[in-house]
């Protein structure tokens, strides 16, 4: 049986945070993010994003539900720096994620000619974004600590690669059913036999929920 290891590099530490149903689900089958998360989970995504230099989404986060990827109350010298992955360049101009609350570092491939108005950006990989050289930039511009929040495919890219150390989930109390509701972890899938090896480091009941945490197991 093939697993997918992480092997360790010189790179920010890449912890991923969402939550989902109990079914398995973060949206309904239009994709919209719904509100699964308790007023206390919600509490500590506040700190948890506040503890980290960048928060990453994919554009499909953005087009589904326009967020702003800032922290309530913290000034924009401390704000994280948001990125969103964008191969085809398709995020509107008109998104809050490139408002002025924070900076913003737009990725997208070396193809793509779009700019985006008050943001960086970074051209990285053909077709595909270069997932590693996004975290050497990162890592060059002081960042130790990625938190990748979505979707589902972006979410899976960052497991494909191997680029994951922490996954952090919390189960809501409600069921959203729907085989065409997006999952945390979306994408291809792994071929049968292969997997990511995980490894349960704490359990935190938070309102209604449950707040799970595991470590991604590292080769060796």
């Known amino acids: 049986m093939m697993m997918f290891v992480v092997i360790s590099v010189m ?10 149903s109990p079914d398995g689900k973060i949206a309904g089958t239009d994709r919209r ?33 326009d967020p702003h990827l800032s ?22 101009e008109t998104s809050l994620v490139l408002d002025q609350r924070a900076r913003t570092l737009m990725v997208t491939n070396e193809e793509c ?3 985006y108005p008050g943001a960086e950006t970074a051209r990285l990989g053909k077709g595909k974004i270069d997932l590693p ?19 589902g495919e972006t979410i899976f890219s960052f497991f494909q690669a191997g680029m994951v150390d922490l996954y952090s989930v919390y189960v809501g109390d409600y069921i959203i059913g ?15 036999g292969e997997h990511v090896p995980l490894r349960l480091v704490s359990v935190e009941r938070l309102g209604g929920g449950v707040h799970l945490t595991y470590e991604v197991v590292k080769d060796g």
Do not use: H, W
Not at 71 to 91: A, C, T
Not at 178 to 192: K, L, Y
């Open 71 to 92: 922290v309530k109350g913290m000034p924009y010298e401390s704000q994280p720096l948001r990125v969103v992955l964008d191969p085809r360049g398709k995020v509107p």
């Open 33 to 65: 993010q719904l509100r699964i998360s308790s007023l206390e989970d919600m509490d500590r995504v506040r700190r948890m994003r506040s503890g980290c230099q960048a928060i990453l989404v994919g554009a499909g986060t953005i087009l589904a539900d």
């Open 133 to 151: 050289a996004l975290l050497r930039l990162l890592e060059e511009r002081g960042v130790s600590t990625l938190l990748v929040e979505g979707g």
């Open 178 to 192: 729907g085989r065409e509701a997006p999952s945390p972890v979306d994408g291809d899938g792994f071929r049968p």
């Open 11 to 20: 790179r920010p530490r890449v912890i991923v945070n969402c939550a989902m």
């Open 113 to 115: 000619v779009r700019q």
